[in-house]
């Protein structure tokens, strides 16, 4: 399958899009914002569709809005949810809205344009098979940029997502952490679009990253077996999706899923197995 330009393509991309999301989504999901990342990618279909409906490069136009709009959630004070429940139901209501908002704009950019079905459908579920040499830069571009970003927050943010309280304590500017990492969610939600589409953005980055965390591994080991992970998951999922003709984000989503579900299955045994002998003894 690898004589096919366009098979080359998509392998590159789905590296480039797999690695970023691995690290990017471990920090996420640590930091209990998996609903915030999933609300940019929706964002970040509006501004796809306003871009093509002013004459840009979709890609640009979802990049831009996602992380215009991770910045500003980025802006709302970090504070321990665990001890104010309220806190993070008003979060998660607030994302929530905005995420159904921006769905609605979008189709009314859709509309206005009078795009063909198949121009939202690729949006939505994304087209890694039709990745061109012009958008696999620009995603090299982007992912570098976003590396660049987190390897310079990387340590405060680690400080800030285990204990935001005592990191402010320490010094640690909580809000402009916050901000510039959901930026980078932004902007590394709008790369992975191009593999598994909007709708499935999840897929990479939040799958790897909760296996990775269950698994109860340092950070440098977590940040790590993420990244490897997704990488697994998207080049898997291409090789599924030419095998049997199925869709590429299809295959991923799939493997994800799968991949957790039985963590979780193997998990729920052994602690069973360890009270069982507990109370045997």
Known sequence: MLQYEFMRHAFAASAIVASLSGLIGWFLVLRGQSFAGH????????GATGAVLVGISPLLGMALAATGAGVIMG??????TRANPQLASGRDSTTGLILAASLGLGLLFLQWQHAPTSRATSLLFGNVLGVDRHTLNLLYALSALCLAGLALIGRPLLFASLDPDIAAARGVNIRLISMIFMGLVALSSAICAEVTGILLVFSLLVGPASIMLRLKLSPWMGLIGSALLALILAWSGLALSWTTNAPVSFWISTLAAGGYLLLRLIDTRFSMAFIKNIQKS
Do not use: N, V
Not at 39 to 46: D, E, T, Y
Not at 75 to 80: N, S, V
């Open 39 to 46: 609300a940019l990618s929706h964002i970040g279909f509006a």
């Open 75 to 80: 802006w709302e004070p970090q504070r321990d």
